[in-house]
């Protein structure tokens, strides 16, 4: 929470509540909004002692602070202070409207659950505001009471689906709505929350990334003029901050699931939480728990390895408690809440991390509320503190009797199979069709994979083509397992095999390319399968069609397994085919030949692919824009990629990876800028430590990896996996330096190279590209070097375009812009920092 | 030898004044507005002309929403307290009568005057000239505001010099009816010598910001040193008589050598009335020019600080522990750290400003009872 409150001395005042009993008790606040594009004037204070104002920029909340407002109205003069840090934040918020462009969410369709107990006038309000919204919703209202008459009224005025859940329990009555519900996403808020009418469209639009299963949003206190709801605010906010953020196991640990947000503004993929279970249902509110089955469902989704994003853009205004019991019955409640969400975690699910982090959470919020007592801080609350603290010490006996109470009832729903982001391939008849008229030949190279190159070659012959226009070409990069003969036997003339010793999958493939005579090449791996029956009819049409010399395919990987490194890989596999799919202009690291055609003409003219055994594709693909070869996306030609792996594997892939990237710098300096490898000039000095002795010592990272997994194992069981991701990033890298450094021979080579890479990398600065603020991110493929970004007329810099990542993104590279740029370029502060 | 120059980026008419030496230090302000402070080395007058034109560039967004509003100081009567320094009062007079607009009076107040020098250079001027035989500050001032015929009475002193905008910007402050008690901006008026440039850099001279701040009590506590000096304040006149003047066994003339305002703005606090912070009220102060002057302002502020808390403590019920408190606070850093931290940093000159505080602080408690029994046997 940020509230730069500046006391120094608590304020003494009659004691007003005996919750209250510190002494800041009978403040109670005026919250205002202000939004600093429009700029304001003097402010209301309510009569309140302090102003609680909230900062927006347009629609975007930037914070708030609390001002001391002994006069009122509250003179401009006197708030502006408080709010100069805002302004650059401000600034920030307008230029990523601006980079951004069209951030519309894809059509998706939303059901709202709403959850009410004998609450009719709250519940209308909040069914008017839900209504409000700017996109279409359905919505149901649960009634978790007895069936009273005016909760169903004030249904059916709103226009939503009215059903009874007489089983009590607030999470009962959300699978209740969970069943209930038709649409793929659904949003939970409470009846005592009125949203925004942008809250679900923003959230909705969180979910075009496949990784993520929930979207949580801004909740601010929709008044703080009692002193109970200030005390609410003070101990119990909802605010998770002020900037999106997105969760993963690998970056918050799962048992920190109640810092991603909270049950008030929640929305879910419903098809994953009908896989664990929907909600635990002898968790929160209306059971002995109290709360807690949010913070349970999104700890689900992180140790899952599943993403959580915060979108404090989608708000919703919460209507604190009123009166001192409610609130010390709630303080208690959220303490029982974290105890038993943990208790089931460590007891449902194994999670032995669990019993540590009630622990040091319990301790650590003790220890808080006694030192901020003790110096006599505003807003310590010590009964409220003893509250939680004593709902902390009986969470565990709560879980057990609101088991014993449900016994007679079981779930509404019983965890299914693991749930894997649904195929985002389009539908079979959306895929465009050419003329079927060109001869193909789908190339696959082949090694030590028997079954799935069966698997894919039958497949391949169910293709709806014409069977006289496409050859299937199996390249066997040494045959260990005998599949050459299995092949023949199976499909005899049908297609043909070529034989060859192993030199890499590059070289298998220019084997196989120079037995066809097709004009166009497909290349695919052995170990994917087509997802539909018109993979190489898309293909076709991407080069018929489009015009495209080259065209990359849709790769949908599935990687099984759950242990830490697989999530890992799995995420980033999903971030690799959501960005073909977004993508206008792909750049050579988009090249991968898992699923790619080629025009054979071109194939040829460049010379194949070079005998690397990683990165092939890469150096295929920067010499194809090198020549000026037009690449470009193969709409609905997607193919399912299954793959396990486990780190020691990922380790030899990082590896080879470092080797390839070092080949490829070798062949064309400037390409240096562009690859990993290019973080080389901007490592800090403790990772280049790390790096140098990966470069030097390339066996002592091997040694380490063995004994990686068994430490890793440890980590993940003792619940610390945002550290054991952390060291599997380490290892990753550590993995690649290695090859880089055996690649180009040791740390002397790799300087002579580094140095050739940054000096022709620097060689384009002489000519910077002037991109106006439209073509910004349009960069001619491939970007190297370095460009002159302008905002809206005023030269802002010159940027090198690897802020842009590996591969290149123009929204990081955009928000890099802004990030480091944007600082040196305006007024931050009231004290005059004039910038040279 | 250090130029104090102004940059105004609103006045398109800004000429870079002779500079003396390589080293100006900037005030930067659009009109009346006071933006902020910089300190520019080995500059040329053309090398200012550049450096305003990218200010302006810079400030053009916060400058073009600066509305031009018309300032009215007829409210606000102007009270200079002096005793026997007929040349500074004059330059704080000549400072006065170019004031944009004007102010409603001006009230000279002689202190204990040894001759009519004083009386003679507030005539030349067109002020009111009232006399307080007793010396002391706070006498003087009682004397100056029962005087005056206005509603707002500003107290400044007469090694201050007003800005041009001083009594307009305390007009419009006090247009708010709220609002009773108000401080502002002590900039340096000179940084000719080493002691002023010492008093400004390592004292922190007598600035409290380029922020706009509004006090309560419960933010302030017993530091009211944070809330401005005495050499640029401004109460209503009503504010004034209900706490019933300035204290007058404080401030300068007297043995506690000060806190006068930091009492005064600690009754106000106590009195549940905000004090308002407003760096647009601005005043230049000439420090004292040599070491010697410097060294006695420092034991002088030690003396006048622990007399205030001496008093807290005695007269004030219920304020003993923050008294201690407070008194631990000060030692602690200003006189145990700070020394400490100055003998590491070789800088003798703060380690004699640092000890001369301490001696000062010494005499705090002896020097406020000895007040007391002088003015109870009055």
């Known amino acids: ?836 | 030898m250090i130029d104090t120059i102004d940059i105004d980026l609103l006045d398109e008419g800004w000429r870079p004044p002779s500079l003396r030496g390589e080293k100006a230090w900037v005030l930067l302000r659009a009109g009346r507005h006071i933006l902020g402070e910089e300190t520019l080395i080995g500059v040329s007058p053309q090398e200012l002309v550049d450096h305003r034109a990218r200010l302006v560039r810079l400030y053009s967004t916060k400058l073009g929403n600066e509305q031009q509003e018309t300032l009215d100081g007829s409210a606000v009567t102007i009270v200079v307290c002096t005793r026997d320094r007929p040349k500074f009062l004059e330059g704080c007079l000549t400072a006065i009568s170019r004031l944009q607009p004007t102010c409603a009076e001006v009230i000279v107040v002689d202190n204990a005057g040894s001759d009519g020098s004083t009386l003679r250079i507030a005539e030349s001027f067109g002020a009111t000239v009232v006399r307080e035989p007793t010396p002391g500050l706070d006498r003087a001032r009682n004397k100056g505001f029962r005087a005056a015929s206005s509603d707002v009475v500003a107290f400044v002193d007469d090694d201050a010099r007003v800005d041009k905008h001083f009594a307009g910007a305390l007009g419009t402050t006090f247009g708010h009816a709220d609002i009773q008690a108000v401080t502002g901006l002590v900039l340096p008026a000179e940084l000719d010598t080493y002691a002023q440039l010492a008093f400004e850099v390592i004292e922190g001279g007598m600035r409290k910001g380029f922020r706009c701040r509004v006090f309560e009590r419960a933010n302030v506590g017993l530091q009211t040193f944070r809330l401005g000096v005495g050499t640029n304040m401004a109460f209503r006149r009503e504010l004034l008589d209900r706490l019933g003047g300035f204290d007058p066994r404080f401030d300068v003339g007297t043995q506690t050598k000060g806190a006068g305002d930091l009492d005064m703005l600690w009754r106000c606090l106590q009195d549940e009335v905000p004090v308002v912070y407003e760096p647009d009220v601005l005043v230049r102060h000439i420090h004292r020019r040599d070491r010697r002057g410097l060294l006695n302002q420092m034991r002088d502020n030690g003396t006048a600080y622990a007399a205030f808390l001496a008093s807290r403590r005695t007269e004030w019920p219920g304020m003993a522990s923050s008294v201690r408190r407070e008194q631990l606070r000060w030692h602690w850093s200003r006189h145990v750290l700070r020394p400490v931290s100055a003998l590491v940093t070789g800088q003798f000159l703060e380690l004699q400003m640092a000890l001369s505080e301490l001696s000062g602080s010494r005499q705090g408690k002896a020097a406020f009872l000895s007040e007391t029994l002088r003015s109870e046997s009055r």
């Not at chain 1, 890793?712 to 550590?734: I, K, M």
Request: proline share 6%; with cysteine.
């Open chain 1, 1 to 836: 929470m940020r509230l730069a409150v500046d006391t120094a001395e608590p304020r003494r005042v009659q004691r007003a509540h005996p919750v209250l009993d510190d002494e800041s008790s009978g403040d109670t606040w005026h919250s205002i909004e202000v939004d600093l594009r429009v700029g304001f004037g003097d402010l209301p204070t309510g009569g309140a002692g302090s102003l609680l104002v909230t900062a927006f920029s347009g629609a975007t909340p930037l914070g708030r602070v609390l001002i001391p407002a002994p006069f009122d109205p509250m003179p401009r003069r006197f708030v502006e202070p408080y709010l100069e840090g805002f302004a650059m934040k401000a600034r920030l918020a307008d230029l990523h409207e601006a980079f951004r462009g069209s951030d519309l969410p894809e059509p998706q369709s939303a059901t709202v659950v709403i959850c009410t107990k004998d609450r009719p006038q709250s519940l209308r309000l909040c069914l008017e505001a839900v209504v409000a919204s700017d996109i279409p919703l359905d919505v149901v209202v649960i009634d978790n009471g007895d069936g009273d008459s005016r909760v169903r009224e004030e249904t059916e005025r709103a226009g939503a689906l009215y059903v009874n859940e007489r089983v009590p329990g607030l999470d009962r009555a959300r699978n209740r709505g969970l069943l209930v519900a038709t649409a793929p996403i659904v949003l939970f808020t409470d009846d005592d929350v009125e949203v925004a009418p942008s809250w679900a469209r923003l959230l909705l639009a969180q979910f075009a990334d496949p990784n993520t299963v929930a979207v949580t949003g801004l909740v601010l206190p929709a008044s703080v003029s009692s002193p109970i709801a200030v005390a609410f605010e003070r101990h119990a906010t909802f605010v998770r901050g002020w900037e999106g953020r997105v969760f993963d196991g690998t970056r918050l640990k799962a048992l920190s699931a109640g810092d991603a947000g909270a049950g008030a503004s929640l929305a879910f993929r419903r098809n994953y939480l009908t896989s664990i279970g929907g909600f635990a249902e002898e968790l929160d509110a209306g059971r002995p728990t109290g709360s807690g089955g949010d913070t349970y469902a999104l700890y689900r989704a992180l140790r899952d390895g599943w993403r959580v994003r915060y979108e404090p853009r989608a708000i919703a205004y919460h209507k604190h408690r009123e009166n001192a019991d409610a609130l010390t019955e709630a303080i208690r409640g959220y303490g029982r809440g974290v105890t038993a969400y943990m208790a089931k975690a460590a007891l449902d699910d194994g999670d032995r991390g669990a019993p540590l982090a009630v622990l040091r959470w319990g301790a650590g919020r003790g220890i808080r509320a006694i030192a901020r007592s003790a110096i006599g801080r505003p807003g310590a609350a010590p009964t409220l503190a003893r509250q939680e603290a004593a709902g902390i010490l009986e969470g565990l006996l709560a879980l057990a009797r609101s088991r014993h109470q449900l016994r007679e009832h079981p779930p509404l729903l019983s965890p299914g199979s693991a749930w894997e982001p649904e195929p985002t391939t389009d539908n079979v008849l959306s895929v465009p069709v050419g003329h079927r008229t060109s001869q193909v030949a789908v190339v696959i190279p082949s090694h030590g994979r028997r079954d799935s190159v069966q698997a894919l070659v039958a497949a391949l012959l169910d293709q709806e083509y014409p069977a006289h226009k496409l050859e299937i070409i199996v390249s066997l990069d040494g045959d260990v397992d005998g599949s050459a003969l299995a092949l023949k036997a199976k499909f005899g003339e049908r297609i043909r095999v070529v034989e060859g010793d192993r030199g890499g999958a590059g070289l298998a493939r220019n084997r196989g390319a120079a037995q066809s005579r097709s004009e166009i090449l497909i290349f695919l791996d052995d170990d994917v399968v087509p997802a539909h029956s018109h993979v190489i009819a898309a293909h076709e049409a991407a080069h018929a069609n489009l015009g495209l010399e080259v065209a990359i395919g849709g790769l949908h990987t599935r990687v099984t397994g759950s242990d830490l490194t697989s999530r890992m890989i799995r995420n980033w596999w999903n971030d690799h085919s959501r960005r073909l799919e977004t993508l206008d202009s792909p750049t050579f690291s988009d090249v991968s030949t898992g699923n790619l055609s080629i025009n054979s003409a071109a194939f040829h003219r460049i010379g194949g692919f070079v005998g690397l055994p990683r990165r092939e594709d890469w150096e295929l693909g920067y010499r194809l824009l090198v020549n000026g070869v037009k690449i470009g996306v193969a709409v609905g030609a997607d193919v399912i990629h299954k793959t396990d792996t486990n780190l020691a594997e990922a380790l030899v892939d990082r590896r080879l990876e470092g080797r390839g990237d070092a080949a490829i710098v070798g062949r064309f300096p400037e390409a240096y800028a562009l690859l990993p490898l290019g973080q080389w000039h901007t490592l800090t000095a403790r990772r280049l430590r790390a790096v140098r002795t990966a470069i030097n010592r390339p066996e002592a990272s091997e040694r380490w990896a063995s004994k990686l997994t068994r430490i890793l194992g440890w980590l993940e069981s003792a619940g610390l996996t945002d550290r054991a991701a952390a060291l599997v990033s380490l290892a990753f890298q550590a993995a690649y330096w290695s090859g880089v450094g055996e690649e180009s021979g040791g740390e002397a080579g790799w300087l002579a190279l580094a140095s050739e890479g940054r000096r022709r990398t620097l060689c384009d600065i002489g000519s910077p590209l002037e991109l106006t603020e439209a073509a910004l991110f349009r960069p001619p493929p491939p970007p190297i070097g370095e460009v002159m970004v302008t905002f809206r007329g005023h030269e802002i810099g010159a940027a090198p375009l690897r802020w842009g990542g590996i591969p290149w993104d123009r929204q990081r590279f955009a928000e890099e812009v802004i990030r480091r740029m944007a600082p040196s370029t305006f007024v931050v502060d009231g004290r005059l920092r004039a910038t040279s």
